[in-house]
């Protein structure tokens, strides 16, 4: 996975919608909402499939040597069923096996859910498709971030390809190829967003990871948040009201719609 810090990124940025409760909360509290995949737009984002190519004897081993913990989880009845009827590896099993590997997709995706909070950003600010999607038809925001700080410079870059990514034994046995996998590959229709993504997990879930949030929300390092962008249909006098009484000196931008072409610009 390559970072934004690796790659020498000096400022992301996060569309959001036009209710300024979000903003409010933000200035306030200086922290950031992160979202459960389970309520991303993509239904294949952070949906994994595991592969259950199972014919040659390897590939079985392979499979029987990570999924073996999960086996002895079994009910002990169905174990003793299984081994009364079964007198070789229970890996060899073919059907047992194969059935083993589709529970995965469904196990992990739960797992997913139930950890790992997401916080979507990307390079650009001025994305015609990324305010119409992600920031209320052009009437929202997006915050400005920078990407040299510990939080932000972590985010990952997400992949785009054709193929979904399917999962062997060797990839799940590997954590970095596994989350590159699950969590940090899209398909290449997703490819305008250039999005990087930093990856937290819930606090609740993993209380050892190195980035929590708690109730779905990350406090900022000081400096993290360098300025916001209103959008070209927003109501920049309310969001001029919420920095004015959030007594707040972050700069304002706006982005403006070109007249004579597809572009926008973003102005002072």
């Known amino acids: 996975m390559q970072t934004a810090a690796q790659n020498g990124v000096q400022r992301l940025y996060h569309y ?11 200035l306030a509290n ?20 595991f592969t259950a190519a199972v014919k040659d004897a390897e590939s079985r081993r392979k499979w029987g040597e990570r999924l073996g913990p999960m086996y002895k989880e ?11 009827t079964w ?30 909070r997401i916080y979507c950003l990307t390079p650009h600010a001025d994305s015609v498709l990324m305010w119409a999607h992600y920031a209320e038809k052009h009437k929202g925001i997006c915050l400005e971030l920078r990407a040299q700080t510990e ?30 996998a699950v969590l ?17 997990r819930d606090e609740d879930a993993d209380p050892t990871f190195s980035l929590r949030t708690a109730n779905d929300y990350l406090r900022l390092t000081a400096g993290a948040l360098t300025g916001i962008i209103a959008g070209s249909s927003s109501d920049i006098g309310a969001i001029q009201a919420v920095l004015a009484e959030s007594r707040c000196d972050i700069p304002l ?15 002072e």
């Open 16 to 26: 959001q919608c036009a209710n300024l409760d979000y903003l409010r909360d933000t």
């Open 30 to 49: 200086q922290r950031v909402h992160f979202s459960n995949p389970k309520n991303f737009n993509d239904p294949w984002d952070c949906n994994p499939y």
């Open 74 to 84: 079994l009910p002990a009845q169905l174990r003793a069923q299984l081994e009364a």
């Open 87 to 116: 007198h070789g590896n229970w890996y060899d099993h073919e059907e047992l096996l194969r059935r083993s590997i589709d529970s995965l997709s469904g196990w992990v995706r739960q797992l997913t859910i139930d950890s790992w």
């Open 151 to 180: 939080q932000v410079g972590r985010a990952c870059r997400v992949l785009y390809q054709d193929a979904f990514p399917l999962i062997g034994p060797d990839d799940f046995g590997n954590p970095p190829a596994l989350v590159d």
């Open 184 to 200: 940090l590959t899209k398909s290449r229709e997703w490819a305008y967003e250039d999005e990087y993504r930093v990856l937290a």
């Open 253 to 267: 931008r706006r982005a403006v719609r070109m007249p004579d072409r597809y572009h926008l610009g973003i102005v």
